[in-house]
């Protein structure tokens, strides 16, 4: 199973982001798969997460409101959109997925991609 992260650069405060994961190899069929993210000298942490069933989406407060979460129907490709970035935003992020009960700790992940920096200019 790969996981391949794109769409990460250097935007501006106040700007937007499109961020996209292709998933090859599996239909992640038991996994839910989402987004982490980790910030220079800080840990991993939960973004997004959305399910393969009916798309309903979890956020942390941190993004809630300015980021979406979406996927394509062939469910091979997740998206996120993220609007009036912050400066605290920027990280390098990560998709990743694992089974339902174990988000939103990074540690209970099954798979994961390299990740796709986003860096946000004040």
């Known amino acids: 199973v790969q996981l391949q992260a794109s769409g990460g650069g250097l935007v501006q405060a106040g700007g937007s982001l499109r961020l996209s994961c292709t998933i090859r190899?599996?239909?992640?069929?038991?996994?839910?798969p989402g987004w982490f993210r980790q910030a220079p000298g800080k840990e991993r942490e939960f973004v997004a997460n959305i399910r393969r069933s009916n798309s309903m989406a979890q956020y942390a407060e941190a993004v809630k409101g300015r980021f979406t979460i979406t996927r394509d129907n062939a469910k091979t490709t997740i998206y996120l959109q993220m609007n009036n970035l912050q400066a605290e935003d920027t990280a390098v992020y990560y998709c990743?997925?694992?089974?339902?009960?174990?988000?939103?700790?990074?540690?209970?992940?099954?798979?994961w991609g390299k990740g796709t920096l986003v860096t946000v200019s004040s």
């Open positions: 990743a997925a694992g089974p339902p009960n174990n988000w939103p700790d990074a540690g209970g992940m099954r798979y």
């Open positions: 190899g599996s239909t992640l069929s038991g996994y839910r």
